[in-house]
C-alpha cells in the first residue's frame, strides 16, 4: 500500500485548480489594464475599478465559503465511501447559496454610494464606482451559485471541469472587455467603465452555463430540493459560518488597505489597485496546490490515513513554494515593465515600483499559509481557521497597520502589515498541523 499521494495525483488536482483559481483574478486585472488605459480619466477609473474590485472580492469571499464547506463534506464522505448519505445536501446548498446572493445583492446595489464613501471615495471616483458596482452586482447570482458547484466537483476529487468552466469566462471576458469599453467603430459604442462591468456579468453567465453541464452530466447529483433538510445542513452552516467570520476578518484587513490608500490621494490607491490585484493574482495562483491538498485531505480524512495526510503536507509545501519563488522571479525580471500593463501615468508607477518587492518577497510565505489553509479547510477546521484569521488581522495586522502609518510609510505601511498578518497566519498553521498530526505518524 502506498505511504504517499503520488506528484502525478497530487498535480492532476492542482494544475487545473490553478488555472480555474487565477481565472476569476485574471478578469479583475484585465478590467484594470484595461480600464487603467482608457483616454478619458483613467487614474478615477483605475481607482474606482480597484475600490470596487476589492469590495466584490470581500463579499464574494465570505459568502462563496459554502463551496469550500461543500467540498471538505463532499470529499470526506468520498473517502469514506458514503456519498449517498449527501445527494440531497448538494441541491440544498445550491439554493442556499442562490437565495443568500439575492439578498446580498439587495441590500448592496441601492446602497453603493454609501458603501463606497466609507472607502474614503468622492467626487469622480465615487461616481464610477458606483455605476460599476451596481452592473457588476448582477454577477452575484451567477457567481455564488457557480462557486458551489466547483465546491462538489472538488469534492469529488475533480477540478478539471471548474478549470475548463473559469478559463472559457476569463479568456471570454478579455475579448468583451476590449470591445466594450474602447467600442468598435461602427459596431459597438465605447463604454469605458460601464463596459468593463457588462463584459464581467457575462462572462460570470456563461461559465455557470457550463458549471451547470458538467454538473448535471459528470456528477451523482441534481437539483431536486427534497423538504427534509439534510443532516449533515447543520454542519455545513457551522462550517460556513465560521468560513464567513474568517474571510470578514480577511476582508476587513484588505478594507482597511484600501481606506488609507484612497485617504493618500487618488494616485496611491491606483498604485494599491495594481499591488492589490496582482497580489490577488499570485495568491489565487499558488492557491492551486492549496485546493488540491483541500480536496484531498478531506478524503484522507474521511479515509482515517494519517500517513499520507503527514506526507501530502509536506509535499504540498514544497510545490506551492516552488510556484512562489518562481513568481517572484518572473517578476523580478520584468519589475519595471509590469507597472506599464495597467497603467501609464509616471506619478502612479513609481508609487507602485517603490512597493512591488514588498508583495513579491512575502510570496513563499503566502504559500505556506495558503497550502495549511486548503488542507484545514479539506478537514474541516474552520473553527481553528476563524480564530486565526482574528488574531492576524485584530493583534497584527491592524496594530502594525496603525503604528507605521503614525511615521508616514504610506504603502510602506499597508505592505508592511501585510507581510506580519501573512507570517502569523503561516506560523500559527505550522504548528498546529504538527502538534496535531506528527505523533499519529512517529
Not at 465559503?65 to 469514506?80: E, F, Y
Not at 451559485?145 to 462538489?152: C, K, L, R, S, W
Not at 511615521?407 to 506580519?420: H, M
Amino acid at each position: 500500500m502506498k505511504h504517499k499521494i503520488s506528484f502525478k495525483e497530487i498535480n492532476k488536482l492542482a494544475i487545473p485548480a490553478i488555472i480555474a483559481g487565477i481565472a476569476e483574478p485574471l478578469i479583475s486585472l484585465t478590467d484594470i489594464g484595461v480600464i487603467g488605459n482608457v483616454d478619458e480619466n483613467p487614474v478615477e477609473a483605475l481607482a474606482a475599478a480597484g475600490i470596487v474590485g476589492s469590495f466584490l472580492s470581500a463579499i464574494i469571499w465570505i459568502v462563496a465559503q459554502t463551496k469550500t464547506a461543500i467540498s471538505s463534506i463532499v470529499s470526506q464522505h468520498l473517502g469514506a465511501n458514503r456519498l449517498h448519505a449527501v445527494k440531497t445536501l448538494v441541491p440544498q446548498a445550491i439554493l442556499f447559496n442562490f437565495l443568500f446572493s439575492l439578498a446580498i445583492y439587495a441590500s448592496t446595489a441601492w446602497f453603493a454610494t454609501a458603501i463606497f464613501k466609507i472607502y474614503n471615495a468622492d467626487g469622480l471616483i465615487l461616481n464610477y464606482a458606483a455605476e460599476y458596482y451596481k452592473i457588476r452586482a448582477l454577477g452575484y447570482p451567477l457567481t455564488l451559485v457557480t462557486f458551489a458547484i466547483f465546491g462538489v466537483f472538488r469534492g469529488l476529487q475533480n477540478t478539471l471541469w471548474a478549470m475548463k468552466c473559469s478559463l472559457t469566462g476569463a479568456l471570454l471576458n478579455v475579448l468583451l472587455d476590449y470591445a466594450l469599453v474602447y467600442g468598435i467603430e461602427g459596431l459597438i459604442p465605447a463604454m469605458h467603465l460601464k463596459g468593463a462591468a457588462i463584459a464581467s456579468v457575462i462572462s460570470q453567465l456563461v461559465m455557470l452555463l457550463m458549471a451547470f453541464y458538467f454538473f448535471f452530466t459528470k456528477t451523482p447529483f441534481g437539483l431536486k430540493v427534497k423538504r427534509s433538510i439534510n443532516p449533515r445542513m447543520k454542519d455545513l452552516l457551522i462550517m460556513s459560518a465560521n468560513l464567513f467570520v474568517r474571510t470578514a476578518a480577511l476582508n476587513f484587513a484588505i478594507y482597511l488597505a484600501n481606506a488609507y490608500a484612497t485617504d493618500y490621494g487618488k494616485n496611491y490607491i491606483a498604485a494599491q489597485s495594481i499591488l492589490m490585484n496582482i497580489w490577488l493574482f499570485f495568491s489565487f495562483f499558488i492557491d492551486g496546490y492549496a485546493n488540491a491538498g483541500n480536496a484531498i485531505s478531506g478524503k484522507l480524512l474521511g479515509a482515517k490515513d494519517y500517513k499520507k495526510l503527514w506526507k501530502l503536507s509536506k509535499d504540498i509545501s514544497l510545490y506551492s513554494t516552488i510556484i512562489a519563488v518562481l513568481l517572484m522571479i518572473i517578476c523580478g525580471v520584468f519589475y519595471d515593465q509590469i507597472g506599464l500593463i495597467f497603467n501609464k501615468e509616471t506619478s502612479v508607477l513609481t508609487l507602485f515600483s517603490s512597493v512591488f518587492w514588498i508583495v513579491l518577497l512575502m510570496q513563499p510565505i503566502n504559500a505556506i499559509a495558503f497550502m495549511f489553509d486548503g488542507m484545514f479547510k479539506g478537514m474541516g477546521e474552520a473553527a481553528y481557521l476563524r480564530n486565526v484569521l482574528l488574531a492576524a488581522t485584530f493583534l497584527g495586522f491592524w496594530p502594525t497597520l496603525l503604528i507605521a502609518d503614525h511615521f508616514d510609510l504610506e504603502l510602506y505601511a499597508i505592505w508592511i502589515s501585510f507581510v506580519v498578518w501573512m507570517l502569523i497566519r503561516s506560523i500559527t498553521l505550522v504548528v498546529k498541523f504538527r502538534r496535531k498530526y506528527l505523533k499519529a505518524v512517529t
